[in-house]
């Protein structure tokens, strides 16, 4: 009931305290989350363009987007097969209300043209590949984590909402979690 949703929120604020000590962008997402309008959160942000249109909207507060490549260089504290880095993500995911979440899900190794022109494995029946790939590999893994974090955000609050990023013809669109989620 009550207690115990508000014994979870407390844990996860706990775990969250702690985490923010060694990524500083966990301590702002939190900052914002207790402002009580609605924010948007960005994942695999590429150069952060929706984060920053979202920035100018009335009424809405934008959590640090997340990409571990920003603008060429590599930054650790936002890569997300980091174990400290998923856990912040899936505690705000897990904490927030009103929130909405883009996920820019990477799609180069799920495109037709890896298909056509790298010879991918990924076919309509088979959209995990044959996971002789490494690519593929790598980017299975990060639609686990795609999955993961949308499950957290869908359980923190009804108001939550996402959306995921990826050409019409992606591979992705195949994956069994994901045709489940759309329909």
Same mark, same amino acid.
């Given at each position: 009931?009550?207690?115990?949703? *508000?014994?979870?929120?407390?844990?996860?604020?706990?775990?969250?305290?702690?985490?923010?000590?060694?990524?500083? !962008?966990?301590?702002?997402?939190?900052?914002? *989350?207790?402002?009580?309008?609605?924010?948007?959160?960005?994942?695999?942000?590429?150069?952060?363009?929706?984060?920053?249109?979202?920035?100018?909207?009335?009424? !809405?507060?934008?959590?640090?987007?997340?990409?571990?490549?920003?603008?060429?260089?590599?930054?650790?504290? /936002?890569?997300?097969?980091?174990?400290?880095?998923?856990?912040?993500?899936?505690?705000?995911?897990?904490?927030?209300?009103?929130?909405?979440?883009? /996920?820019?899900?990477?799609?180069?190794?799920?495109?037709?043209?890896?298909?056509?022109?790298?010879?991918?494995?990924?076919?309509?029946?088979?959209?995990?590949?044959?996971?002789? *790939?490494?690519?593929?590999?790598?980017?299975?893994?990060?639609?686990?984590?795609?999955?993961?974090?949308?499950?957290?955000?869908?359980?923190?609050?009804?108001?939550?909402?996402?959306?995921?990023?990826?050409?019409?013809?992606?591979?992705?669109?195949?994956?069994? !979690?994901?045709?489940?989620?759309?329909?």
């Amino acid at each position: 009931g009550i207690v115990a949703e *508000l014994l979870r929120q407390a844990e996860l604020f706990a775990l969250l305290q702690t985490i923010s000590k060694d990524l500083k !962008w966990v301590q702002q997402d939190l900052e914002k *989350l207790t402002q009580r309008k609605r924010v948007f959160k960005e994942v695999y942000a590429g150069i952060a363009g929706l984060s920053r249109a979202f920035g100018r909207r009335d009424g !809405w507060g934008v959590l640090t987007p997340i990409e571990a490549f920003p603008r060429g260089g590599y930054d650790p504290d /936002f890569d997300v097969f980091k174990k400290k880095v998923l856990q912040g993500l899936l505690g705000i995911a897990a904490v927030g209300n009103m929130m909405s979440w883009h /996920f820019g899900q990477p799609c180069e190794s799920f495109s037709l043209m890896d298909v056509n022109m790298n010879k991918g494995t990924r076919t309509l029946t088979q959209p995990y590949g044959d996971g002789t *790939l490494p690519r593929e590999r790598h980017g299975n893994r990060l639609a686990r984590i795609t999955s993961k974090l949308i499950q957290a955000h869908e359980a923190g609050n009804r108001d939550n909402t996402w959306s995921i990023e990826n050409p019409t013809s992606s591979y992705f669109w195949k994956l069994p !979690w994901v045709r489940k989620l759309i329909n």
